[in-house]
């Protein structure tokens, strides 16, 4: 008698190995630490985070790569960009919402919403359009 359970390939997450990093900022001087946190913001703290092996594998089963969020039947959870701020330590507050839709944004904006200078970011852009043959938006 055949069996009718189908057997369901069980996903393994690889759990970071995050010891080392612990211990190099507990290492870490105050102002050190401080000005680590001025550059990227509160992302030290992630390191700190107790992971729930069973939740973290089966958000897995619904992640899907290409849309970078988690699907399910009905719907699909992405982080806002205020949950990333709030993760990250960045104030948003002094930001209002982007209303240009329909027209590029002007290289100034983009500089100043990713912390960067304009030379960095044109030279970020012009690598990517010749990196897709002249597709840069």
């Known amino acids: 008698m055949a069996s009718t359970r189908r057997h369901t390939p069980t996903l393994k997450v690889k759990k970071p190995q995050v010891e080392s990093l612990k211990g190099l900022s507990e290492g870490m001087t105050s102002i050190a630490k401080k000005n680590f946190e001025l550059d990227y ?7 700190h985070i107790e992971i729930d092996d069973m939740a973290l594998t089966t958000l897995a ?5 290409p849309l970078r969020c988690f699907t399910f039947q009905d719907f699909q959870l992405a982080p806002t960009l205020e949950e990333f701020a709030k993760i990250l330590g960045c104030s948003l507050e002094d930001h209002g919402p982007y209303v240009g839709l329909g027209e590029e944004p002007p290289m100034k904006e983009i500089a100043k919403a990713l912390h960067l200078t304009s030379a960095e970011v044109s030279s970020w852009l012009e690598d990517k359009k010749n990196d897709r043959k002249g597709v840069s938006k």
């Open 41 to 47: 913001g509160l992302i030290l703290n992630l390191l």
């Open 61 to 65: 089963h619904f992640y899907d790569p």
